[in-house]
Every structure is written in structure tokens, then in C-alpha cells.
């Protein structure tokens, strides 16, 4: 099942590769063997990779999700609740039996869920959605991220920090508060005197006060190409493409680690090796760091 | 280079029981004499072999994503502020890695064993694993409900098994081998469980998890792996569960096997009103067959955040709680839980979990087989260790804790009339020379001539809790790495692994399988040597 995602354009290996084509042990026959259902606001061309599609109203993906919570643990809910999503109830009920009688079921969701009204909130109906079903059936749901390496800086900032974004450490340890401290909030208020730029372009998506303050401060942009961001750095330094001509390591959605292998050399240096310079010579100055009278008693 | 004078010796692996005596450190090892630079001044302290925790769960993607799951836990947590000397980091239920380092050191741990590792994302453990300072590693390898194996032994191609078994560990540069409710998680792929030993698992028609545990634990004698097969029993948490370990022990009898956190295999009752502990008759078993090892997997009162391969029994901790759950399915590998979840001492049950754990460190005589634990940070976290230790070392206070719980517990469990404390001899055995043994790891737990020179020095102190967490010097490989609470130094630790032989014909068999089971290609499978910080081959050698 995809919600609010069109993995036909936006991730078109998933199919084949991972959740339709395959065939297995159990599944022999591939995509005979299974029922693929989409959820969105339009008709995209994941349409018709879907068995069942189910038109939402825009912006009422969470009062669907709370419909079917209720259905699924039998509470009455009422013809006006429901045709609000723009659905109707012998749709909604299909839909659960399907999902009840199913061996083993997988919910993908994607940013028309959780980047619309609701955010989050739509999110957390949906994995809860999941959760509950497995008094039924097995049921799993995962996000489906973006493009690049978003989950391999996701998962390593966790390790390190505890957090996964919108983290700051200007007390000298991690802090986590998203809509503060997350990148975009941060440029808006104009909350930084320089911005160090890896593998993204923020000016190309983000809003016109954030790039204006970006161009307006030392930016420094590491990027095989020339990008919005590059444009009005100060600094743009030209690296080779990671996976194409840099090795390195790129974690998958499900946060399964992959190790890139270059197909071409590259005469550029790779991220890496232009942040380890960069530090060399940045040790190269005297510490700025206060010597921490914390000791670790105080820890625990 | 370093000389350590006037200490009270407590080295149980060399007989040395509190005696004073001088030790000498030369390029990380411990030498006969030096001419030492520095000379640390031992008289009236105590000093002990580094900690060895034979069961946590500190890196990779199960941690990983217990940290995801508990940021209002990390907010309240005392946080590590960056220095000169250290990273920034945050303690609490599921510590980041620099902070994890740092907190092992700051109580004498030297040396570390990763519990849970599925191959398949063995390469984001030891990931993890190089970025925890000080400490020395090494990781377990998740075998008991991967389907490639379970077909062999399904089949009765033992010997296929065994050989796809020591590729896998090679792959994974893991250092042994750890079975997680045979059969269990992979029947979980299927909503279901296996809870009996008899019973085939749900997607087989034969196989049972009895097959699994003894086919196995043979397979790592016959590999010659320095740690015995590492088990955590079908049926964990369960009322009347202590049926299905005495079970799983007969079918174990004449095998070498450690029986990962056995609080949790241990409970009498057929319901949670009626749970109750059998330490007692696990231990009675456990006494008379010396081939067994356990940790104990003790249980604290506070909150936590439980994290294991257990799939099935995390969905009914879920449902139990109705807190947050965490789910992952390691494609035909394995499977992970994760649920927070308090213990708390007017809750009857948590009350006899609690008295579990001690029971078992207090009724098993044999300290060389039953270690220090609380399988991090299932019971609760690690740093939270040095309690354990006062419960164990003071009556007393075991008695005082013990009347803070509701009345009814007293006829569940042991503990009241066990008078039995341990001695400090007896502890550097269950967090040191114990756990190094059972790991094989003969370097460690060990301060004759030549071992490691991982060492831990405390005041003596009335206050046991306060001595044990609050250590006057840590000294990792013959550098101090803790002085008084104060991080001197962060050194990088090794990762043991072994390289036991396969046949040169299992690559071939496994590659089309690679092809038809797994998103992943045969070629990026294995985890480079290339990626680990100072990886330190042990051998394998065969098991009479
Ligand atoms: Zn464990």
C-alpha cells in the first residue's frame, strides 16, 4: 500500500526492485501473488501499478486514517465523517478486509502524507494504523525519503547526537527542537554568520528570506555540479560525485548500509577529503574550546 | 612507563584475593618491572581488572533506532559537553556512541561484547562500534532465524549449514554467534511464535527450535569459536517460561552454551497474576551442568527502553503497554523490537523481575558462571551497574529495598531468605575474569605478566554504589584513560572478530541464493576489514 507518494516517478527501482516484482518462496508468482493499493489526492502514474486506488480529498488524509482506525476496532462511525474524505464506506470496508486477510502487508507513505496538512500528525495516524492491524495480521510501514544519502545523515547524526535533525550545539552538546533549530528556521531568522553546504541544494526548495540570508553570509557549497546554492556562495568547491567517481557509503530507506563503488576517477577531491583538510588546518589554530570542569560524576 | 604501587590486588584469575602488590605497565601490557615515568600511589585502594560485559546492546540499528524513539528521554538526560578531550553526547536509556565510550570507562568497563548483530547491517555496527572511544569490542551475530540456515538444517545438511554458518561470520567480522528465539522471529514474519522446542516453526514443516539450538550449539564447537553459542531462549518474559529453558538447557546437555540473560527465562505462574520466580530451580539445574555459562540480565526499577531481536514478544510488550513500538523486519535474517517501558516497584510483576536477577547471582555457587549484566538496556542501562553491586555485596540494603515492595511479593520469590553477600573477589570474577573467560578472551580480566594492562582502581568506601560508579583511576591498555571522573585521555579500542574456515564451494551455493532472498548483491554483502579500527583476529580452535 503507498500513501501520498508516487514511487511510479519518484522512486521507480521500489516496484521491481523491492515491493511488487519480486518473486519469492512465498510469494512465487511476484506481483500475481500480491494486491497493491495507492492512496492519494490525484491520479498519478502509480495509478496503474495499483489495483485499488483510493481518491482522497487533499488535506483529509488524517480524517481517513482516523476512520479507519475506528472501523478496524469496530466503533460506529457516521455516513457524514466519512463522505468528508471523499470515499465512501463500502470503499473503506473493502479496503480493511483486504488488509486483515493479507498475510503479511506493507505500508509505504510518502510527502503528499507527511508534508501536507497535518504534517507529522498524519504520520503518527499512519503508523499507528500499522501497529494496530498487527492484532490481525503482520503489518509494517516506513517512510519513503527523499533523494541522496538523506538517510545515511539521518541515521549517523542519531548515533552521535541522539537526534536526527533540527539539531544544535551551540551549548556545547546536543539540542533537539525541530521548527527552532532545524535548518530552514534557522536561515528565516538569519540565526547564522556562515553555512557550510553538503550535498544539498536548500536554494533551490527553500524560502525566499532563507536564501537571501544564505547569499547574504559566508556560504560555502561542496557539489559535483553548479546548483541554485552554488550560485550565490561565496565558496564553491567542485567534488567529485559520490557512488560515480567517489566511494563511500549510502544508507537505503530501510537504513540498510551500502557501500558505493566508483565507476570513473574523478580529477576532483571528494567530500571527504575536502572536509579532512579542512579540519587539519582548522586544528592548526588554538583551541577555542573551553577545558570542561564536568566531571563524570556529574553525568549519572 | 607505569607503576601502580600499594594496592589491594583483586585478580581472582591468578588467585589473588586483596593481597598488596605492585603492578608493572610497559607499551600496554602488564611487565614484571619498568622504570616507570609515572608512578600512581595505590596504597589504601583497590584495584581490579577492567569490566567485561559479556551482553549489551550498544550499537547498530536497533539502538539506533531506540534513540529515534526516546528524544523526551535524551532531553532530560545529562549531557556531555564537548572539551579538548571529548565529543559531545548524551547518556541516559540509549546513550549516543562517544557518550557510551566515555560512561563504560568512567566505571572501570574496559571491554565490550554487542550482542545483537543481523549481518545484513552488520557494516552500520561496526560503524557505531568505531566511533565508542576507550573501550575494546566486539560483536555476536544473529543465526537462529535466518532462513538460508534453517533450510539447511531443515534438510539435514548439517555440514552445509555449518560451513554457510562461518561464511556469514566472516562476513559480518562478527566474533560469535548468537541465536534470539529460534525460530521465533522468523515465525513473527508471520504474526506468530514459537514458543515450544518440540513445535515445527510456523513457513517450515520439520524444523523446530529445538533443531536450531542444538544444530547450533554444535556448529560453533565444531567452528572451535572462542565463545560458546549465546543464547536467549524461546519463550522470554513469559509466566511459567522457566518449563521451556529447562528444556532448552537437557537439549543443550554436553554442549558448551550461554544462556543470555536467564531473569527473563526464569518465572513460574500460568498468568500474570500469578507469576512468580523459579531462580531456584533454574539455578539448581544450572548448578549441576558446569559446560553452561549465564549473564543475568538484572533487572533495576526506573524506565528504560527494551530493544531485541524478539519480534513477537516486543508486540505484546506493545499491547501490554500501549507505549510506543518500534518494528523492524531484517528482510530473511532476523527482526528487532522496540518498546520503552518503566519498571516499577508497586508493579507486581517488575517486583519479581527484579528479585529474579539477584536470585540468580545469589543461588548460582559458581561465580565463573554467572556474570553481571542487566542486558543493556533491556533491564535497565548499563551505567547503572554499580547498584547491582551494592545489592549484592550488603544484605542489608537488599533487605531495605526489598520492604519498599507491595507485601504480596514475599511468597513469589527467593530473596528473603538468601543471606548470602558477595565479597569483592567475588565481583572482579562476575564483571571481569568471569566474563573474559566465557568470551574466550584471554588477554582481558587477567592482570598477570603479558595480559592487557586494562585496569580499574577505586576507594575503598562504606558507600558500595559510590565506589563501584566513581572509580579513582581507569587505565585502558596502560594509559589512563579516567582520572578521578575526569576524561584524560580517549583513546580508540580494538574490535576482536574471528575468521573461522568455510568450504570453498559455500560461496558458490550461497551466490544464486543471494539472488533469489536478498535486495542486496553477494559482492557488497560482506562487511570490508578495511572499515574496522584496529580489528584484532582471535583464533578459532576445535572444541573437545
Ligand atoms: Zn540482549
Sequence with gaps: MYWGGNPAECHPRHFTKYALMPK??????????????????????????????????PGKDFELLTILRALLKGHDVGDREIAQTGLDRAVLEDLLSRMKASKFGAIFFGMGLSMTRGKHMNSAALLTLAAELNSFTKFVAMPMRGHGNVTGADVIMRWQTGYPFGISFNRGYPRYNPGEFSTVDVLVRGDTDCAFIIGADPGATMPRPAIEHLARIPTIVLDPHVTHTSRIAKVHIT?????????????RMDEIPLPLSPAIDSPYPTD??????IRAHLEQKPNWLPDSQQTLASQV | MLRIYGGKVFDPANGINGQVKDICIQDGRIVDTTQAATEIDARGLIVFPGGVDVHTHVAG?????ARAMTPEDHRRTQAFIRSQTRRSGLGGMAPTTFATGYLYAGMGFTTVNEAAVPVLSARHTH??????????KSCLVLMANNEIVMNLMEAGDYERAKHVVAWYLNAAKGYGIKAVNPGGVAAWKWGKDSKELSSPIAGFNSLTPGMIVQQLARIVDDLGLPHPLHLHCNNLGAPGNIATTLDTMKHLEGNRVHMAHSQYHAYGGDGWDTMRS?????????????????????????????????????????????????????????????????????NLVNAVQWAVGLELLLLINDPWRVFLTTDHPNGACFWRYPEIIQLLMCADFRNACMAKLPAKIKSRIYLPEITREYSLYEIAIIMSAGPARALGHRQKGNLAVGKDADLVIYREDHDISRMFAQPRYVIKAGEIVIDDGDIRSTPEGREFMVQPEFDPTTEDFLRPLFEDCYTMSFENYPVELDRIENPTIQDCSRVQ
Excluded at chain 1, 512465498?26 to 489495483?51: H, M, Q, Y
Design chain 2, 278 to 346: 523459579e531462580a531456584a530451580q533454574f539455578a539448581e539445574y544450572f548448578n549441576a551442568h558446569p559446560s553452561m555459562t549465564t549473564d543475568t540480565g538484572a533487572v533495576l526499577f526506573g524506565d528504560t527502553v527494551t530493544i531485541t531481536a524478539d519480534g513477537p514478544w516486543q508486540h505484546l510488550l506493545y499491547k501490554l503497554t500501549g507505549r510506543k513500538w518500534g518494528n523492524l523486519d531484517v528482510e530473511n535474517e532476523t527482526g528487532c523490537g522496540i518498546v520503552p517501558y518503566t519498571y516499577k516497584p508497586s
Design chain 1, 239 to 251: 567534488t567529485a560525485p559520490a557512488g560515480i567517481a567517489a566511494p563511500g557509503t549510502a544508507y
Design chain 1, 24 to 57: 519469492s518462496k512465498f510469494l512465487p508468482n511476484g506481483r500475481k501473488d500480491r494486491t497493491v493499493v495507492l492512496v492519494d489526492i490525484r491520479e498519478t502514474k502509480s495509478v496503474k501499478a495499483a489495483d485499488l486506488f483510493l481518491q482522497v480529498r
Design chain 1, 272 to 277: 571527504e577529503q575536502v572536509i579532512k583538510q
Design chain 2, 127 to 136: 560503524e557505531e562500534l568505531n566511533d565508542v572511544p576507550i573501550v575494546d
Design chain 2, 61 to 65: 540499528g536497533a539502538i539506533n533506532f
